[in-house]
């Protein structure tokens, strides 16, 4: 077991609004922090930092919200890339700066994930060093959605069709949950940007390719080190409201 911690441990998200939301079908208002409560006061809760990346919330907001537990950090938004996709970019700049002091960190959905159990305390959190731990879904790889999101990515990664073939019976992971030590996160939120700067910047498809990516890179370079689902989250849109026995829960 590693020893108590001696960085920050962290949960980060992103509110960009002013832009479509394509899983929404709308654009967010820009001043509603109705919107990351739940996930803010969960954390609040449970004594764990925040930090809320965003690009209009207002500085009243802001400084209503605030607390010892929670911070945020204003962010000019590169239209290139959709907000799903940009929150890599983001996380990946703030490790660069602070990976010093950060211990291990969670990079979640902001607007439908809220924390249950410090999953930093969790013996199985502690216990794998290296590890990604991350959300999943009661379907396989190869489903609809998932064929359609990744168009854009198959026609420009050589081995994307590969994969799919390779994995198509394995379990859908979720990008909205992603955690580990600072070491491994670094390497993840690297490789992530990397993907998304390389191939999915000119992405013209109805999908945000965040999913496609954050598949393909888990399966084909983290596969070895690689923990989800229960107890790291509840059942995906399963509304398990009453559900304690998990560290995030996911609609």
């Not at 960085?7 to 899983?23: E, F, K, L, P, S």
């Not at 919107?35 to 006061?41: N, Y």
């Not at 239209?79 to 291990?104: A, G």
């Not at 949950?177 to 996160?185: E, K, S």
């Amino acid at each position: 077991m590693k020893p108590a911690h001696t960085g920050r441990q962290v949960v980060m998200a992103c509110h960009i609004t002013g832009h479509y939301d394509v899983n929404r079908s709308q654009t967010l208002p820009d001043d509603d922090f109705s919107l990351v409560k739940d996930w803010a006061d969960s954390l609040a809760a449970l004594g764990i930092e925040g930090v809320l990346f965003h690009n209009n919330l207002s500085e009243a907001t802001c400084q209503l919200y605030a607390n010892e537990h929670l911070s945020f950090i204003r962010i000019s938004h590169d239209p290139r890339f959709n907000p799903n996709v940009y929150r890599y970019l983001l996380y990946r700049d703030y490790l660069r700066t602070h990976s010093q002091e950060i211990e291990s960190l969670f990079v979640t959905d902001v607007s439908d994930v809220v924390v249950v159990n410090n999953p930093f305390i969790q013996p199985l959190f502690r216990e794998n060093p290296g590890t990604v731990f991350c959300g999943d879904e009661p379907v396989c790889l190869d489903n609809d959605w998932m064929r359609a999101h990744a168009t854009h990515l198959r026609q420009n990664i050589g081995d994307y069709a590969r994969y799919e073939a390779d994995f198509a019976a394995a379990p859908l992971l979720n990008c909205g949950i992603i955690g580990g030590d600072i070491q491994v996160m670094q390497e993840l939120m690297e490789a992530l940007a990397h993907l998304h700067e390389t191939y999915n910047h000119n992405n013209q498809t109805a999908y945000t390719g965040d999913m496609g990516a954050f598949n393909y890179l888990l399966r084909t370079r983290f596969a070895d080190r690689l923990l989800h689902g229960p107890p790291v989250n509840t059942v995906f849109k399963g509304y398990e409201v009453d559900r304690e026995d998990c560290w995030f829960r996911h609609k």
